[in-house]
């Protein structure tokens, strides 16, 4: 389940620090690319050399390289993860964890944090037993995180008791068996429309929109991660899904892209239509490029495409799920219901170009999800890949 997943490997001062070297290899044997982040005290203990000959990237320890300046920043590497794991964790930053003391640059990745979190606490036994590590690891677990516990054992103190960090193969384990538990995608077969469609005027001259494609890929990637395979078709783009569960048809025009949904979904328990598809074509296409040395202006005649959702709507089977997008500039809510109910859907996410960071091109966006069962959800302004968790967080709890 490792495979591909992105870990962030947090190291702190203490002397099973040398255990993090084993465990930062058994990630990588696993498949996952790793990125190590060690406290200042954990660079006593093992040094960076190792680490990133092991992990095969620079080790981030400052907020900032001394030699370039250059800036690590703990928000990127927020997002870029699939899990954090801090082993070992030590009761010093545990508590700087559990009270948001952002003084270095784990803590604060840690507070920048989307992804599940692993804490592998290790220290002496009375310190570990001491009522305000027992508090802040009980702050910690409210919050969210998962804790390993340690065993028991002697320790480096010589002491016998409880404080030892588990061992690299049973942290392997937990955060494995973490992501096979999140795998609710896992057997299902997901079709997402994404991107433009360019209606051809000439060989030369397309009518087209601003999409990126960074929604729809984002919901690719995001049902992929959860064990889906993925089908994306993708009107043109300059991204690639990475996922090697996604399987790509690239198209161009709204036709193409009616073709190709409409052959794909029988096969799928469930649509996306994040694509911004022209509702009209050109009927008068030009084999040959349009001169401007013309005396007349040319006249471009539209007609009408087909829409794409509203047919998968009339195709939809028991136990298949269609999500559209409504992309609103007025009556928002109001619009987008119609267009659920018109497109037979089960639910709608709308975003609206009024809102700063929505919709078009941005690497974010806000939506509120308007279900036909009458339920209505509104999110904040988040990174697309945190919009296509909520909006596959959704289509989960609906599927049967
Ligand atoms: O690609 P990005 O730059 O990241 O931008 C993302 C986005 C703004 C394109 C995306 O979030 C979005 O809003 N996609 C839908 C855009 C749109 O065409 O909305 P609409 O309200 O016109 O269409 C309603 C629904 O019908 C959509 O699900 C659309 O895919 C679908 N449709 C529309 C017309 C048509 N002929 N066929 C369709 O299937």
Known sequence: M???KHIILGICGGIAAYKSAYLLRLFIKAGAEVQVVITPAGKEFITPVTLSALSGKPVISEFFTANTGSWNSHVDLGLWADAMVIAPATASTIGKMANGIADNMLVTTY???KAPVFVAPAMDLDMFAHPSTRRNLQLLQEYGNHIIEPASGELASHLVGKGRMEEPENILKAVDEYFTKSQDLAGRHI???SGPTYEKIDPVRFIGNYSSGKMGYALAEECAARGADVTLISGPVSIKAKHAAIKTINIESAQEMYNASVAEFPQCDAAIMCAAVADYTVENQASHKIKREYDEIPVIRLKKNPDIAAALGSMKQDGQLLVGFALETDNERENALAKL???????I???????PGAGFMTDTNKVTIIGSDGTCQE??????????????DTLTGKLS
């Open 2 to 4: 490792l495979k591909g």
């Open 111 to 113: 507070l920048s944090a």
């Open 349 to 355: 996410v709308l975003n609206s170009l009024n809102e």
């Open 341 to 347: 109910q018109r497109k037979n859907l089960d639910f």
């Open 191 to 193: 079709l997402i429309t």
């Open 379 to 392: 999110y904040g302004l988040k990174d697309k890949k945190l919009v296509a968790r909520d909006i596959v």
